[in-house]
DNA sequence: TTAATATATTGATATATGTCAATATAATAT
DNA sequence: ATATTATATTGACATATATCAATATATTAA
């Protein structure tokens, strides 16, 4: 059954020993959320690492004048572990279901020991922060130094070459949420998104949007 | 000598043996920097880490609209490594002395082989990375989230108590840098040090800058 | 010392973008 | 079907902030 070998699908754990798997196996949590369900919240101390194995879900930073800015969408299969772990032991930031979600929750302290004991875990780990890492530089470059325009593009084509990997494709948030992605109001992401349609560069239909001219989304991104 | 023994003053090496430490002097490369000069830059190769061990240096973000965001400053003893070495081996950020200055770098692989070998190593390396992530997680709040006023009291806070560890402190780097920390135009810059001033909050005096209610400025930091 | 250049400072203006308000449409409940 | 609520859309306006321009001061060169 899927979820009983919840691990299998998550690359995370494929240099796993027989033994490993096992004594992950006995340490999990699962744990099924309702669309808008917070998984985790920023500042909430942090003790497990989770495997994201179904649903959506949003990472976002919380504090200051916006309500929220959205880092990253996640879908199955995704190993979220908190910034935390190793000086603070508390989230940097939020975690949320976007629909019916499914995480398994293993406990940071069996995470240390496979890292010290497996090599190769260690370095898919060291992998995954560093991958977040780079990340979050692109975000706070693009975010600081692009005009609405740009970003918005930007989380367009991130939608749908990263995120769904589809050409039309059915937005799972809401066009308010896709401006905190852009950090702009919603209502100049309903704007922007209008200005585009004009341009006949995109095609918004309800939530179904298709991406007509990549290409110059691309342009626009890069170029403010 | 200061140079020859320089792994000794970075508590990265605390944890290693003798043998390790000997091969590390072994492959180590010093390098010594006028002011200003370019450690290594944004998009290029990475392969070596960097302890940092003389002088101050910025980190900081090119591309878009802006010339330049600074990340942090840097000042001996700081191990430097790149977000790219699990991945695309490029560097994410660019690095550039501020004063004369000096850096010692290790080929990756070494330092690689290290972190397999030498547990305490390990968890030191991904300790420093993850200080960086929650580091990059509080600049993307505060820069996308923050008034003007609030970045640059936030900057000159962190100026103070954690870079120069000092509250008259005399600034080594400029001040359109100063906006450049902060996320705006060097006039911006110029102006809201004058206001801040005005409101007999700090004082400034050429370069030397004295906060006179720090508490005040955390205030505004924090309610931007 | 004087000229020349870079840095600092301030003011006026333009622009990006948020906020508030009005209305329209869609979804849901009664 | 009608009322009710949430969501979407657009317009007018306010404001944060950058840009441009003018001038002042400091620093360096001749």
Redesign the pocket.
């Known amino acids: 059954m899927y979820i009983e070998n919840w691990h299998c699908s998550n690359l995370v754990f494929k240099g796993l020993t027989k033994d490993e798997l096992a004594l992950l196996d006995q340490n999990k949590v699962d744990v099924h959320y309702q669309p808008d369900e917070i998984i985790f919240k920023q500042e909430s101390p942090c003790s497990h690492v989770i495997s994201f194995y179904e649903g959506q879900a949003m990472e976002y930073l919380e504090g200051g004048?916006n309500d929220k800015i959205i880092l990253r969408l996640i879908k199955p299969v995704e190993f979220i572990s908190g910034a935390g772990f190793y000086s603070d032991m508390k989230h940097h930031f939020s975690l949320k279901a976007i629909t019916r979600a499914s995480a398994c929750f293993i406990d940071m302290g069996i995470i240390k020991e496979l890292i010290s004991k497996n090599h190769a875990f260690a370095n898919t780990f060291l992998k995954i922060v560093h991958d977040n890492l780079i990340f979050s530089y692109q975000k706070l470059s693009s975010l600081t130094s692009?005009?609405?325009?740009g970003r918005l593009c930007e989380a367009l084509l991130y939608l749908s070459n990263d995120f769904y990997e589809a050409n039309p494709f059915e937005l799972t948030i809401?066009?308010?949420d896709l401006g905190a992605m852009s950090?702009?109001?919603?209502?100049?992401a309903?704007?922007l998104?209008?200005e585009l349609e004009k341009d006949g560069l995109i095609l918004?239909n309800?939530?179904l949007i298709t991406l007509l001219n990549s290409k110059r989304l691309e342009e626009i991104s890069r170029n403010s």
């Open positions: 004048k692009k005009y609405q325009l809401s066009k308010p950090n702009m109001s919603k209502e100049s309903y704007r998104l209008h918004v309800g939530n």
